[in-house]
């Protein structure tokens, strides 16, 4: 049981492994804080082989390899080693800028199981515009390639926001032409840099209802070809989303520095503390952390989600967003239609702005 009656303590089935923040790529709703980690701050390979064993132990079944761009670790190929010893099944995810022909060579040895690979748009100088990098479409392109030429699964992530929503079916056909078995059409989520770029980013209604309806129409049309996994975009959702499949409750996330995170964008919700694995096992943290119990099963909600039918389907929603728009992380997630704050999410995603991006930067 979880501290104060919050209900069974579930295993963890998934961890995301932040190896770095550093990235050649500046894209606009990068998920990672604005205050980033520095090299010099960064686990070093004993310590991730240990976390991994840990995680291992703890009942994670997968590990997400991400960043930044993990291969800004020379030391990528011994954490994708230590994740594969330690029994995991291992997914990189990367911006295909920076991996080489012999790297995706020496991770598809050491047991690296599948790629997932970021395509910012289906025009090259779109893509390179959005991604603040001259060049990276084609690098992406390349690399695809080359991961099916080494016969790993590879998903493309395709990021849609106002810029390259219209596009949505030709990322769909340019994930078939790489030979993706699978496509997230992943709507931007408005933390960090993406909160930072809202206005930038945020799409239109008519966008979102054209895009939804696309997405549907693709997903038949290509049945058995290629998976199409879409949500629709939070400020434009009836409900929330079960962000993370709930807080503390499958998954959690080690960031570069160490901090374990219910979520990846937890540290934006001021006064919550993070247990660090340099001080504490991965169990301990998991099972004690004040981070992580501040808001497991339903025994913190308020209304209206306290008496809500479906508090044990969406578990009211994004904490972080909750603190974002409301300023109070225990409030309803203010997508739902029954938050008395909704109206504060109609009203920002009315509001688009053409104004230049700011570029995710160390």
């Known amino acids: 049981m979880t501290p104060s009656g919050q209900g069974p303590l579930h295993s963890p089935l998934g961890l995301l492994a932040e190896l770095t923040h550093r990235c050649p790529l500046g894209c606009p709703y990068c998920s990672n804080p604005l205050a980033l980690d520095t090299r010099e701050d960064e686990l070093d390979t004993a310590t991730w082989a240990r976390v991994l064993a840990e995680a291992a132990a703890l009942g994670v079944l997968q590990v997400h390899l991400s960043g930044g761009e993990p291969a800004a670790r020379r030391d990528l190929v011994d954490i994708t080693a230590a994740a594969h010893a330690a029994g995991l099944y291992t997914n990189l995810i990367t911006s295909a800028v920076g991996i080489t022909e012999k790297t ?92 930072k770029n809202r206005a930038m980013l945020m799409p239109t209604r008519a966008q979102v209802e054209r895009a939804a309806a696309t997405v549907e129409e693709l997903r038949t049309r290509h ?113 739902c239609h029954l938050s008395p704050d909704h109206a504060k999410v109609a009203e920002l995603a009315a509001v688009q702005s053409d104004e230049p991006y700011v570029y995710r930067r160390m």
Request: glycine share 8%; hydrophobic share 45%; aromatic share 8%.
């Open 104 to 195: 995706l060579g020496a991770l598809a040895d050491v047991g690296l199981d599948h790629v997932q690979i970021s395509i910012q748009d289906s025009e090259a100088s779109s893509a390179d515009h959005i991604a603040g990098y001259d060049g990276a479409f084609a690098r992406k392109r390349a690399l695809a390639s080359e991961v099916v030429r080494l016969k790993l699964p590879l998903t493309v992530n395709a990021v849609m926001h106002r810029a390259n929503i219209d596009r949505v079916e030709d990322m769909v056909e340019l994930a078939l032409s790489l030979g993706a078995s699978r496509v997230e059409i992943a709507h931007v989520q408005y933390y960090g840099w993406g909160l």
């Open 223 to 335: 049945h058995g070809r290629i998976v199409i996994d879409a949500v629709v975009p939070d400020y434009h959702a009836r409900y929330p989303k079960p962000c993370v499949g709930g807080w503390g409750r499958r998954s959690l996330n080690v960031t570069p520095a160490g901090k374990v995170l219910p979520c990846h964008a937890a540290e934006s919700i001021a006064g919550l503390k993070f247990w660090n694995v340099r001080e504490h096992a991965l169990a301990d943290i998991w099972a004690n952390s004040p981070a992580f119990n501040a808001f497991r099963g339903t025994a913190w909600m308020k209304e209206p989600c306290a008496s809500c039918p479906r508090r044990e389907q969406d578990f009211g929603g994004c904490r972080c967003q909750a603190f974002a728009l409301t300023g109070d992380a225990a409030a309803a997630d203010p997508v």
